[in-house]
């Protein structure tokens, strides 16, 4: 497994005015939690954050280089929330959860469609259901997206979680769940109309 660095330091204070002044010297206020581990306010680079994230699916695991007043720990970790701004470009915080490589976690996995389904020559509609499906797996086991072949669904057939194979890995979703559905054309949902009802005259 590729390791990727990514380099923090702890942080002291709390509130408005600290985090403006971390923001304004270049980095971004983070929290690293875990189990049986105490949650610790952190900071990191908003310049390496950048180039880090070009380059980083989100369930990759990372190696932290904290620096602390104790020294410099290596801690293994995954990235669990970002919060941006309202337009979406910049990075106001980041939740990072430290995890074991001996020690399972249950974690959402992208699913990715592949092919045509044989059902749209006849008109058929391809409906995704989950765009995710939650699996239990050791940290070094995590795939990055979940590929489903729609190739063979004519209409009326679905691909449901019980259908997907990911050999050590436990799914934990129901097997019964529709992944991807082909319905028929005339299952697409139409538009709905409205009529005007003249309001009943009331007599005098």
């Known amino acids: ?43 990191i680079s908003a310049r390496e954050w950048v180039v880090l994230t070009r380059h980083v699916r989100k369930n990759v695991i990372l190696n932290m280089e904290l620096h602390t007043n104790k020294g410099v720990e290596k801690r293994p970790v995954m990235i669990k ?20 490589m001996e020690r399972a976690i249950e974690i959402d996995i992208p699913i990715h469609l592949t092919g045509v389904a044989k059902g749209t020559v006849d008109d058929g509609i391809v409906e995704q259901h989950l765009r995710t499906v939650r699996v239990e797996c050791l940290p070094t086991q995590i795939p990055e997206k979940i590929e489903v072949d729609v190739t063979d669904l004519g209409i009326g057939d679905s691909f449901h979680v019980g259908d997907i194979s990911l050999p050590g890995i436990k799914l934990l979703d129901g097997v019964d769940v529709a992944v991807v559905t082909v319905i028929p054309p005339e299952m697409k949902e139409k538009p709905v109309t409205v009529e005007e009802v003249e309001p009943e005259k009331k007599e005098e």
Do not use: C, W
């Not at 971004?28 to 306010?41: H, M, R």
């Open 81 to 100: 929330d970002v919060q941006k701004d309202f337009l979406g470009n910049d990075t106001f915080h980041i939740d990072f959860l430290q995890v074991s």
């Open 1 to 43: 497994m590729e390791e990727i660095l990514l380099r923090a330091e702890t942080r002291k204070g709390r509130g408005k005015g600290v985090v403006r002044k971390l923001r304004r010297e270049g980095n971004i206020p983070a929290v690293l939690y875990g189990k049986d581990i105490e949650s610790t306010a952190i900071m």
